[in-house]
T-cell receptor
Framework: QQPVQSPQAVILREGEDAVINCSSS?????VHWYRQKHGEAPVFLMI?????EQKGHDKISASFNEKKQQSSLYLTASQLSYSGTYFC??????????FGDGTTLTVKP | DAGVIQSPRHEVTEMGQEVTLRCKPI?????LFWYRQTMMRGLELLIY????????DSGMPEDRFSAKMPNASFSTLKIQPSEPRDSAVYFC??????????FGQGTRLTVV
């Protein structure tokens, strides 16, 4: 069963913050985050392993709450280049991998 | 390294024909993934290999789909016979020890 992402779409002004959530009904081993621009391949952002750790680089970070089977992606002071569709990919303890339906982020000047 | 290389970039074929998609992973990577992306179904993992061995093919939709990895530098995804509903963008990705996955540019398949 695929994870549920929310919101489905978000529109921001440059410099605003956004949070994208990813929830699973299954016990998770890891969560991956990707960004895909229209007509291009997905680009890996980060991977989080169970343990509730938070990772980040630049102004994009993520957290993983394994007890709640949830992950959140935080985009701070958004830039135009952040526009795209964000996918979470989850791997269960049984090794099954699935992707969410994606969250479309549009950053306007 | 040139990254993950997929060929062809575009493929148009008639229903019933055999289609073979090719992938060259990044040298040194031990995981290789095949994905399919459509507007209706989103991004789906079809199969993945570890050290050239298929680990999980539960995402392969039907027996018409098969994938091989004869060596560490080459993999194929074959559809025989192809059907219009197979039309999609097929991505190949590779990673080292299952960490950061690097995607190829994809093959856009159209079955008419």
């Amino acid at each position: 069963q695929q994870p549920v992402q929310s919101p489905q779409a978000v529109i921001l002004r440059e410099g605003e913050d956004a949070v994208i959530n990813c929830s699973s009904s299954k016990a998770l081993y890891s969560v991956h985050w990707y960004r895909q621009k229209h007509g291009e391949a997905p680009v890996f952002l980060m991977i989080l392993l169970k343990g509730g750790e938070q990772k980040g680089h630049d102004k994009i970070s993520a957290s993983f709450n394994e007890k709640k089977q949830q992950s959140s992606l935080y985009l701070t002071a958004s830039q135009l280049s952040y526009s795209g569709t964000y996918f979470c990919g989850t791997e269960t303890n049984a090794g099954k991998s699935t992707f969410g339906d994606g969250t479309t982020l549009t950053v306007k000047p | 390294d040139a990254g993950v290389i997929q060929s062809p970039r575009h493929e148009v074929t008639e229903m019933g024909q055999e289609v073979t998609l090719r992938c060259k992973p990044i040298s040194g990577h031990d995981y290789l993934f095949w994905y399919r992306q459509t507007m209706m179904r989103g991004l789906e993992l079809l199969i993945y290999f570890n050290n050239n061995v298929p680990i999980d093919d539960s995402g392969m939709p039907e027996d018409r789909f098969s994938a091989k990895m004869p060596n560490a530098s080459f993999s194929t995804l074959k559809i025989q016979p192809s059907e219009p509903r197979d039309s999609a963008v097929y991505f190949c990705a590779s990673s080292f020890e299952g960490a950061e996955a690097f995607f190829g540019q994809g093959t856009r398949l159209t079955v008419v």
